[in-house]
Each structure stands twice: as C-alpha cells, then as structure tokens.
C-alpha cells in the first residue's frame, strides 16, 4: 500500500485522456483499445517516476503541508534509495513498454518528462507558465493517445482539453493561494507576490467559459453537423453535466478545495456523479 501511495496511483486516471482521441475519431475497436491500454500502462509508469522525483524535489515543502507531509518520501516512509530505486525502475519499463507498441511515442513521453521537470525546476515560479505548462502535460497525454493508433486530431478537441486543463490549473494555484494552513512555502509566495485572488478566479471562470463554448462547437458543427439521432441527446445531456461540474469546480475553487482535482471528485459526491455523467453520456453519444 505504501508503493501505491509512492507511485500516486489516484493520479493515473489524468492518464485516461490517452483515450480520448480514439472516441472523438470514432475509431472504437479491440485492436486500438488493446494498444491503448498498453500505452496507458507504460505511460502511466513514466509520470509516476515524475511524481517520485517531483517529491523529492519538494520533500521540505510537503513537510510544510497539512496534507502533503503525509506522502510516504515526506514522512520518511520510503528512503531516497528506495525512492531512487523505485523511479528508475518504473521510468525504464514504462519505456520499453512504449518502445514496444511505438518508438514514436518515446518523443512524446520524453516531451512530457521535460516539461514537468521543468516546471518543478523553473516553471512553476514563473507568472502564466505555471499553469500553461500544466495545461501542455494534459495535451501531450491526448497527442500520445492518437498517435499510438494514428488518429486524426481536431484543434476544437485540442482547444477543449487546453482550456479546461488551464482552468484546472488555475484553480490548484488559488486553492494553494487561500490555504490558510499552507506553511509560506516558496510556491505560495511567488502566488502571493504574482497573483491576486481575483485574477486567479477570473481565469477558471473565462477558462470554463471557452472549454464549454469548444465543446459544444466540436460537438454540433464539427461532429454532428444536421445530424439528430438518439446519439444527439446523449451529446446534449453531456454538455449540461460538463456545465454543471464547471459550476461546482468554481464553487469549490472560491473555497480553496481544488488543490488536488482526483482526491476532490473521489470524495465528494457530487463532483463524482456528475463527472461520471458527463463522461458516460459523451462516449455514449460518440458511439450512437
């Protein structure tokens, strides 16, 4: 239980986003799910080594945090040797499990480890990067999904994962803004220093905005322009469970519970429900 607590687990299911690209191609079949799951696999691996070195990286911060000083590297429950270990263990399979399906994908695997090396290096105390860059790891995650099994891309489905990624970033950063009992670590003073509350706020607010005006563009004129069937109504009832999640993720980012988006839907009934709603009526309406 403690490796799985090390590696993040929970956070495997950002990862699910590899998936996307082979529902909005509507190109379903044993064949691209088998390598997908693959994929999500090996990858899943590497960005569990990311989080490894990310928590050593900031083993003093997270002693600071209320929540975070109970993660097995900042409570000293895993060792730096077995940290160590553990890393490039999973960062190695996780690349030849890649290797195996797609050496192309190696590039945007290694794509993704730069950038979030970067950001917990640079990034993250630089103004409008910290949360573009957090934006990009959620894009790569899409563009890897597509092209394991060569699926076209819409920019209106890259536009839609951009914004809401950026919107999600957004909130994490105000949350961490308006935690009280959040130490003054060295990523809550560069908040305080560069950003205000509002303009935090202002940027999940616009950001919900564009993502759900880009989904439901890519929806009803790119995918089913003067196309009405039962699979229509299914893309209409997702579009009003995304603007319902959009809702009660601003509610709850003014109340500076967004920092950790996984554990807030797991444990909170409604933001389950309703992302669980909106993911089951979009794949539904796809296939229809």
Not at 74 to 88: D, E, H, P, Q, R
Not at 148 to 157: E, T
Not at 274 to 280: A, I, R
Request: glycine share 4%.
């Amino acid at each position: 239980m403690i490796y799985l607590k090390t590696i993040r687990l929970k956070q495997w299911l950002k990862n699910i986003l590899i998936f996307v690209a082979v529902f909005g191609a509507n190109e379903i079949n044993f064949s691209n799910i088998k390598i997908l799951v693959q994929v999500f696999v090996g990858f899943s691996l590497i960005v569990s080594s990311t989080y490894i070195y990310n928590d050593f990286k900031d083993i003093e911060a997270d002693r600071q945090h209320p929540e975070k000083n109970k993660r097995p590297i900042a409570s000293g429950k895993v060792s730096k040797k077995t940290g160590n270990i553990l890393m490039t263990t999973l960062f190695v399979l996780g690349k030849l499990i890649l290797l195996f399906n797609n050496p192309l994908l190696l590039f945007f695997s290694s794509l993704y480890v730069l950038t979030t090396t970067l950001y917990t290096t640079n990034l993250k105390f630089i103004k409008y990067f910290d949360i573009i860059s957090v934006s990009l790891l959620f894009i790569l995650r899409v563009f890897l999904g597509a092209y394991a099994v060569s699926v076209p891309l819409s920019l209106s489905l890259i536009m839609f994962v951009f914004f809401t990624s950026l919107g999600l970033a957004a909130g994490k950063k105000l949350s961490i803004y308006l935690n009280d009992a959040v130490g003054e670590s060295k990523v809550k003073t560069f908040l305080k220093s560069s950003y205000n509350k509002q303009e935090l706020l202002n940027i999940v607010q616009i950001t919900s905005l564009l993502s759900f005006i880009t989904y439901s563009y890519w929806i009803f004129i790119i995918k089913y322009l003067n196309k009405i069937n039962i699979g229509t109504v299914f893309l209409i009832l997702s579009c009003v469970f995304l603007g319902r999640f959009q809702l009660l993720f601003i509610k709850k980012t003014k109340a500076g519970l967004t920092e950790e988006i996984i554990e807030t839907t797991i444990n909170n009934y409604n933001f389950l429900i309703t992302t669980v709603l909106f993911g089951s009526t979009a794949v539904v309406g796809l296939l229809l």
